[in-house]
Nanobody, 132 residues
Framework: QVQLEESGGGSVQPGGSLRLSCAVSGFTLDNYAIVWFRQAPGKEREGISCLSGHDGSIYYADSVKGRFAISRDNAKKMVNLQMNNLKPEDTAVYFC?????????????????????????WGKGTQVTVSS
């Protein structure tokens, strides 16, 4: 059974840090891209970072580049998102999703962080709130 489960959300002050984790089960991470998305109230869901399990390539949206870092923990079968220097505009529900690297749509949306087409599996999300 395929499952993705996010953890690590919470409330922090501006400038603070959080580490999100996406625990995966039921599929081989080597064959998939893992994308972190977020959705703020009243806004469209946006892809913010992707890691290719196939070749280790990493991609970031401009909005988080230099502040967020995605990584893979093979032993724990997790993909983590370290978020530093958080801003109020980072407040959102954060989701992880998996798309098969064999899918051109998954590859395209991982590299360009341009949408969610090709993402097969989704977690339920975790809330991140940045507020003073």
């Amino acid at each position: 059974q395929v499952q993705l489960e996010e953890s690590g959300g919470g409330s922090v002050q501006p400038g603070g840090s959080l580490r999100l984790s996406c625990a995966v089960s039921g599929f081989t991470l080597d064959n998939y891209a893992i994308v972190w998305f977020r959705q703020a109230p009243g806004k469209e869901r946006e892809g913010i970072s992707c890691l290719s399990g196939h070749d280790g390539s990493i991609y970031y949206a401009d909005s988080v580049k230099g502040r967020f870092a995605i990584s893979r923990d093979n032993a724990k079968k997790m993909v983590n998102l370290q978020m530093n220097n958080l801003k109020p505009e980072d407040t959102a529900v954060y989701f992880c999703a998996a798309g098969n690297w064999g899918s051109q749509y998954a590859r395209y949306n991982c590299r360009g962080l341009s949408g969610d087409y090709g993402m097969e599996y989704w977690g339920k999300g975790t809330q991140v709130t940045v507020s003073s």
